[in-house]
T-cell receptor, first 111, second 113 residues
Framework: GQQLNQSPQSMFIQEGEDVSMNCTSS?????WLWYKQEPGEGPVLLIA?????ELTSNGRLTAQFGITRKDSFLNISASIPSDVGIYFC???????????FGTGTLLAVQP | EAQVTQNPRYLITVTGKKLTVTCSQN?????MSWYRQDPGLGLRQIYY???????DKGDVPEGYKVSRKEKRNFPLILESPSPNQTSLYFC????????????FGEGSWLTVV
């Protein structure tokens, strides 16, 4: 099945640093979503994007829907230890609820 | 509280022994689906259901069955589990045609030996 290319695969950073990760696809998407998964939990929605070029923030998180509709990025500013987890992008290309997920970015934050 | 509940959360079983992972949601959502999560592969959809008695294959349906007899329940059935089905499984639900309302369960760790 189709997958999104998500990078980087993992990041090990110091508390206070900014983080950036992105996803690219060969297909156009109508919706881009960013999820965070903490150990032992299911993914939880962070940000949803609906229009090309849209820039949306949720606290220290900012995500953008690429102009070409084939990519999206997520930035986390001033990281803190509780930001640790796996971040997934997901895209939805049609009128159904089917999501295509990226392979995930593992984020580790050292205090 | 909005919830997607999966059971069991953890299971070790033997090859060929049929098992069922249950999933229940309390949000009256039309859409439910099952994913498996494997290292380096992200989440891949196994089966989905747009409504009661309507199910369809996702990207990796081989070796799995599902049923949707009631709106709130969407069990995942492994008729004859094999070691390559060792994985972390997530059930999810959402309103129809509204992927940004997808809620995930807490996951079921399945090991097939």
């Amino acid at each position: 099945g189709q997958q999104l290319n998500q990078s980087p695969q993992s990041m090990f950073i110091q508390e206070g640093e900014d983080v950036s990760m992105n996803c690219t696809s060969s297909s156009i998407f109508n919706t881009w979503l960013w999820y965070k998964q903490e150990p032992g939990e299911g993914p939880v929605l962070l940000i949803a994007l609906y229009k090309a070029g849209e820039l949306t923030s949720n606290g220290r998180l900012t995500a953008q829907f690429g102009i070409t509709r084939k990519d999206s990025f997520l930035n986390i500013s001033a990281s803190i230890p509780s930001d640790v987890g796996i971040y997934f992008c997901a895209g939805n290309g049609g009128a159904t609820n089917k999501l295509i997920f990226g392979t995930g970015t593992l984020l580790a934050v050292q205090p | 509280e909005a919830q997607v509940t999966q059971n069991p959360r953890y299971l070790i079983t033997v090859t060929g022994k049929k098992l069922t992972v249950t999933c229940s949601q309390n949000m009256n959502h039309e859409y439910m689906s099952w994913y498996r999560q494997d290292p380096g592969l992200g989440l891949r959809q196994i089966y989905y259901s747009m409504n009661v008695e309507v199910t369809d294959k996702g990207d990796v349906p081989e070796g799995y069955k599902v049923s949707r007899k009631e709106k709130r329940n969407f069990p995942l059935i492994l008729e004859s589990p094999s070691p390559n089905q060792t994985s972390l499984y997530f059930c999810a639900s959402s309103r129809a045609h509204s992927s940004d309302t997808i809620y995930f369960g807490e996951g079921s760790w399945l090991t097939v030996v």
